[in-house]
């Protein structure tokens, strides 16, 4: 690829957005841009940390798995976003798995020059810690879903979320930008899929959300709102 279309790439991503041509150069000079295959993996969970990702195009699935080889969901994570959101500044092992969900196009940077850019432009280092804040307090608010709510409240919550992180806004609500299957909800809250689907199923009758007929779901953000609050 030519160096005109990573620059390009790069200028995509919302944290490089603002560099000019002089503040982006000694990125593009270390990028890598990669194509992944739908079902491939960009790294697995154990995985000695040495890379960061920016998503051109496509969608990336982050789950871990405990012993039993249980699915935790974390995100699904589309155009524009970088990932991991953590190993920056220290040495260790990806912590968790990341999946391609499409054919999807990403801009590799060793993390180790990575860093070096970051403390020489301090601007980008402000940027990628806003987005890492961002992240935090997300994971916060999970959290305080899991201990203060009850599934049904928390599988509500969860679809408000995926309005927000995975939905385009419509005239009336939201569209779903990826095919969340039950067990993939289930997955994300750690319930089970017979659980997500009674409420899923529950939901339609209550006219809160649709499935259209390319299989994205159609959500009435503000019925849910209602629902909960």
């Known amino acids: 690829m030519h160096i005109s279309q990573i620059r390009q790439q790069l200028k995509e991503v919302p944290i490089f957005k603002e560099l000019s041509t002089e503040e982006l150069d000694p990125i593009v000079e270390i990028a890598q841009p990669r194509f992944f295959k739908n079902k491939m ?38 155009t524009g976003e970088m990932f991991p959101h953590a190993g920056f500044f220290r040495k260790g092992q990806y912590p968790a798995h990341a999946e391609i969900m ?74 779903l930008t990826t095919h969340f299957t039950n067990k993939e909800f289930a997955n994300m809250i750690g319930t089970s899929r017979e659980t997500v689907s009674r409420t899923i199923n529950h939901l339609k009758k209550k006219d809160y959300l649709s499935l259209n007929p390319e299989g994205y779901y159609l959500i009435d953000h503000e019925k849910l709102h209602q629902e909960l609050f």
């Open 102 to 175: 499409e054919d999807t196009q990403m801009i590799i940077v060793p993390i180790s020059k990575f860093e070096e850019i970051l403390v020489a432009y301090p601007e980008l280092s402000i940027k990628l810690f806003r987005v890492l804040g961002e992240k935090i307090v997300d994971l916060q608010a999970r959290l305080e879903e899991q201990i203060l709510h009850n599934t049904y409240e928390q599988i509500i919550m969860l679809l408000l979320r995926l309005c927000k992180t995975n939905g385009e806004k419509r005239e009336h609500g939201y569209k």
């Open 41 to 78: 993996y960009a790294f697995m969970q154990g995985d000695p940390l040495d890379r960061v990702f920016f998503i051109y195009s496509g969608k990336v699935k982050i789950y871990k798995t405990d012993s039993s080889g249980r699915e935790q969901i974390v995100s699904v994570l589309e």
